[in-house]
């Protein structure tokens, strides 16, 4: 069975631009969870999504933002971006909503 | 609001030796615990859980934990450390009602000497 995927694992933007990671969760599993981590603050959640919606949120400005689609693919966007945006954004998937989650291997942004 | 204490940023053990990891949590009500481990390079992989019932849990790896609920606290043991076991390791604290919010103690790097 597949694990989760993120794409791209790698990617440098500069300040002020966008950026728009991509996440496919396990087959079967239609939560999707986006974490946050840094040297600094550590791992921080960002939001949740089941079946397309958003059921959870954290403390993160409205430049971050998710879909989910109908295939429980899962996409974050960041606008306007910041040097602390600087991190690696990790995805998770569950079948459980117990916080029993599958990490797939992050993307890796870097903010010039 | 709820928070989890990872007191040891970095832990050194021997080849065979055995190790313990804390873990505290602040909460109301009794929480969901978890213990995660990530690899460099990698994103992060459930070691165990716990829910209610026993509060001694078995997890993979030959790592077990065991809730205090007295002393709000859910530590990581292990008998004999394996080189392979050097990762960070992370606690995490969620909630009924919660989802799949977690919140993740600041973790504790694991080298292992042999």
């Known amino acids: 069975k597949a694990g989760v995927t993120q794409t791209p694992r790698y990617l440098i933007k500069t300040r002020g631009q966008q950026v728009t990671l991509s996440c496919s969760p396990i087959s079967g599993h239609r939560s999707v969870s986006w974490y946050q981590q840094t040297p600094g603050q550590g791992l921080q959640f960002l939001f949740e999504?089941?079946?397309?919606?958003?059921?959870n949120k954290g403390n993160f400005p409205g430049r971050f933002s998710g879909r989910q689609f109908s295939n429980s693919r899962s996409e974050m966007n960041v606008s306007t971006l910041e040097l602390g945006d600087s991190a690696l954004y990790l995805c998770?998937?569950?079948?459980?909503?117990?916080?029993?989650?599958?990490f797939g291997e992050g993307s890796r942004l870097t903010v010039l | 609001a709820q928070s989890v204490t990872q007191p040891d940023i970095h832990i050194t053990v021997s080849e065979g030796a055995s190790l313990e990891l804390r873990c505290n949590y602040s909460y109301g009500a009794t929480p969901y615990l978890f213990w995660y481990v990530q690899s460099p390079g990698q994103g992060l992989q459930l070691l165990l859980k716990y829910f209610s019932g026993d509060t001694l849990v078995q997890g993979i790896k030959g790592f077990e934990a065991e809730f205090k609920r007295s002393q709000s606290s859910f530590n990581l043991r292990k008998p004999s450390v394996h080189w392979s076991d050097a990762a960070e390791y992370f606690c995490?604290?969620?909630?009924?009602?919660?989802?799949?919010?977690?919140?993740f103690g600041a973790g504790t790097r694991l080298a292992v000497h042999p």
């Open positions: 995490a604290v969620g909630f009924s009602g919660g989802y799949n919010k977690l919140i």
């Open positions: 998770a998937s569950s079948l459980k909503p117990t916080g029993e989650l599958f």
């Open positions: 999504y089941f079946s397309e919606t958003q059921r």
